[in-house]
Each structure stands twice: as structure tokens, then as C-alpha cells.
């Protein structure tokens, strides 16, 4: 019995010992730069009637926490005078949400139809901030999740 554990711990051991010292970096800010420039024409944030409630989902953003150091947002306004909260980043996994996150870590519950426009600004981990830009919900999507540019 004391053969088939030794080697099991042993192999775990050293396939942890065994992973580069860069596994462990988080990608550079570009990437999620990048990402973020990418997602412009779809939106940073996502609107959604279901379930008798408006549901606006910041999972675009959350995808990027590793690096940033805040989400601002105002609702029906540009004030940017509120903050979504990050998860903690796993370096290992930096793009990844924890498998225990619940609602509360990727969405805002608002009454039905009360966000006509959501504005957003991500402040990155070196404190530079991203221009702000305001989206609206899609149009005839149903319960689908959506969100264009503001006109």
C-alpha cells in the first residue's frame, strides 16, 4: 500500500515543483486592453429582462479583473458614480471567474426596464483609466442579453 501513495505524492509534488515560474504571470495589459477594444460594438456591459427583473451583466469586464483595479458605472446617467466589485484574481487562471460565483459577481438586479443606458469606465491596475462610453439595451431580443453603443 505505502508503494502506490509515496509515488502518487511524489508525482504530485513534483508536477506542482515542475511548473514555470511564468505560469504565474498574468498577461500583459495589452492583452486586456485588447479585449476590451474588441468588445466596444457588442458592449462592455449586457442588458436582460428575465425573470420579472432587468438583469445588466458586467461579465465582458469581470473576464479582465486580473487587471483592473475598478469598474465604474452609472445607470441612466454619466456620472460613473458607482463601483462593481472584482473578484479575486488567480494567477494561474486569469481570465477565469471562481466556480462559486454567483449572480452578485457578474450582474446588477434593476426593476424591469429601468436601466435605459448604463455608462462605463474600467480603471486598470496601474491606475490609468479607459475612456468611459454609455450602452443602451437591444431592441426586440426578448429575454435575450444585449447592448449596443448609446447614439
Not at 515560474?21 to 479585449?35: D, F, K, N, S, T
Not at 438583469?55 to 483595479?69: A, E, G, I
Not at 469598474?71 to 458607482?82: C, F, T
Request: negative net charge; hydrophobic residues 45%.
Amino acid at each position: 500500500m505505502k508503494r502506490s501513495i509515496v509515488p502518487v505524492m511524489a508525482l504530485g509534488l513534483s508536477a506542482s515543483l515542475a511548473l514555470p515560474a511564468a505560469a504565474q504571470e498574468l498577461p500583459p495589459v495589452a492583452v486586456y486592453q485588447a479585449m476590451l477594444d474588441a468588445n466596444k460594438a457588442s458592449g462592455w456591459v449586457q442588458f436582460r429582462e428575465f425573470g420579472g427583473r432587468q438583469l445588466v451583466y458586467f461579465t465582458p469586464l469581470q473576464t479582465m479583473h486580473c487587471r483592473l483595479s475598478e469598474i465604474r458605472y452609472s445607470v441612466n446617467s454619466e456620472a460613473l458614480d458607482r463601483t462593481f466589485p472584482l473578484v479575486d484574481c488567480v494567477p494561474a487562471l486569469p481570465f477565469s471567474l471562481p466556480s462559486d460565483a454567483g449572480l452578485e459577481a457578474i450582474a446588477i438586479e434593476l426593476a424591469p426596464g429601468e436601466a435605459k443606458s448604463v455608462t462605463v469606465q474600467v480603471v486598470w491596475s496601474d491606475g490609468a483609466e479607459s475612456e468611459a462610453l454609455t450602452f443602451v439595451p437591444c431592441e426586440g431580443v426578448g429575454d435575450q442579453s444585449c447592448a449596443q453603443p448609446a447614439p
